[in-house]
């Protein structure tokens, strides 16, 4: 059983920058590569970045690439979001998850541990 809480976002203007961070409980953080996903008001669920289990592989959003940074520290099991150069369409509900394997690929579906959202509002 692994536990996700979110923490960071809030309100932040357009060009600004803000750092999530997730949270996570148990001793195998490092079993788990780490994605971060966004739900905007009625639009589905949709993938952000995802890191692998050691760090060292990272996938991107074609949206976010060049502006946002994940990056993991297992040592704290906390993985992290920079965003920077944020814009209003990035206004949404963020989630951290945990997918128990290496995939960077897979779906909303493939995780297995969902954190509780936290709200990024980009204002213009």
């Known amino acids: 059983q692994v536990q996700l809480v979110e923490s960071g976002g809030g309100l932040v203007q357009a060009g600004g920058s803000s750092r999530l961070s997730c949270a996570a409980s148990?001793?195998?953080?490092?079993?788990?590569?780490m994605g971060w996903f966004r739900q905007a008001p009625g639009k589905e669920r949709e993938f952000v970045a995802a890191?692998?289990?050691?760090?060292?592989?990272?996938n991107y959003a074609g949206s976010v690439k060049g502006r946002f940074t994940i990056s993991r520290d297992n040592a704290k099991n906390t993985v992290y979001l920079q965003m920077n150069s944020l814009k209003p369409e990035d206004t949404a509900v963020y989630y951290c998850a945990a997918e128990y394997g290496n995939n960077l690929y897979g779906p909303p579906s493939e995780y297995d541990y969902w954190g509780q959202g936290t709200q990024v509002t980009v204002s213009s």
């Open positions: 890191i692998s289990r050691s760090g060292g592989t990272t």
């Open positions: 148990g001793r195998t953080f490092s079993s788990y590569a």
